[in-house]
């Protein structure tokens, strides 16, 4: 029987397509659409982690499967651009992506963390922004509409995710940071912290109806999972490409408190959520299982990521936890 193959907590074990070839999806997810599983990401450069690895000149990739095992590479779905006078234009980054799909519009729009050319974090214009795109179909090619930054121009959009709840609400949830001081181009601490903010009626833009997640003060990589009345965020710290421990958080209410329920990690010896960090959940159709992706990015070779996907164990007492394992199937 086939199954997910993760392999030691320090193996960088290769996901190949039908074709042969590594999958290169970092940092994205997976939407259910047409009867078929459909994994997006960024596709990433085969360089190291100075060498900027960590950009695309490609865009975001999408396959697809009717399995969650054997996934067919379907193309660049957002692609980037060769023209300097473009906003696409390449080495930049579609950090984190992420796809709803609207059913009043009828369109799929896809959300991300845009870093213009050349692709470096910073604090300017163009460098920390939310980017959104839009297509017809799941799998491309998405229209590019533009970028912007929730809530007001003054905090910077770190790493994000998007969350589509039960009555078609859509929400963007991101790492919001704000300088100390005024006019700071260069990274300082300042203050950092988780936010969700609710789209609009289409999901194109900004509400201004939104929630500051106190309680995920300096945390990333945030990944929700919702199930039995509780919504649940897993998160990790801020140490770049280095794993760091996992946090997670839980509320009833997207827009209402939240509170942390501590490090989901069972057995996480070297408290570095098993060597990964988190990227997205979704719900395999037809069954009660959650699974919960994670990456171990590869800083040598970032088209060389390993992907871990864990099921997400719902304890009686509203909290969750996470168990590595080397390889499982359902
Ligand atoms: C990670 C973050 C990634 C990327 C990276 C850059 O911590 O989760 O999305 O921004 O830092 O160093």
Redesign the pocket.
């Known amino acids: 029987m086939k199954a997910f193959i993760h392999g030691e907590i320090n193996e960088y074990i290769q996901w190949h397509d039908t074709d042969g070839n590594i999958i290169n999806a970092s940092?994205g997810g997976i939407i259910y659409a047409d009867g078929k599983y459909h994994w997006y990401g960024q596709a990433l450069r085969p360089l190291s982690?100075k060498e900027g690895g960590?950009k695309t000149t490609r865009g975001v990739v999408m396959y697809e499967s009717e399995n969650l095992l054997d996934w067919k590479y379907e193309g660049v779905i957002l692609a980037t651009s060769d023209d300097p006078e473009s906003e696409l234009f390449a080495p930049m980054?579609f950090?984190?992506p992420k796809i709803i799909y609207n059913e009043k519009t009828k369109q799929y729009v896809l959300w991300c963390?845009y870093v213009k050319h050349p692709g470096n974090?910073g604090n300017r214009d163009g460098e920390a922004e939310a980017g959104v795109a839009v297509c017809d179909r799941v799998c491309g090619e998405y229209k590019w509409i533009g970028t912007s930054r929730p809530i007001d121009n003054k905090g910077f959009v770190?790493?994000s995710t998007l969350y589509k709840d039960a009555d078609g609400s859509a929400y963007f949830i991101y790492d919001r940071h704000v300088l100390e001081g005024e006019g700071k181009t260069q990274f300082t601490k300042g203050d950092r912290c988780l936010h969700v903010v609710k789209l609009s009626d289409d999901y194109l833009s900004f509400t201004d109806t939104y929630k500051r997640i106190d309680a995920a003060f300096w945390r990333?990589?945030p990944a929700i999972v919702y199930k039995d009345g509780y919504y649940y965020i897993v998160t990790?710290g801020?140490?770049?490409?280095?794993t760091n421990q996992a946090e997670a958080f839980r509320t009833k209410h997207l827009l209402d408190e939240w509170e942390s329920i501590g490090d989901p990690c069972i057995d996480d010896e070297t408290h570095t959520t098993f060597n990964t960090?988190s990227t997205f959940s979704f719900k395999v159709e037809g069954t009660d299982t959650h699974i919960m992706m994670f990456e171990r990015?590869n800083t040598n070779n970032f088209a060389e990521c390993s992907y871990i996907w864990l099921p997400v164990e719902f304890n009686e007492d509203n909290t969750i936890s996470l168990r590595y394992r080397k390889e499982w199937s359902f």
Do not use: F, M, V
């Open positions: 940092d982690d960590q980054r950090e984190r963390h974090h770190r790493d990333e990589a990790s801020l140490t770049g490409w280095q960090q990015h």
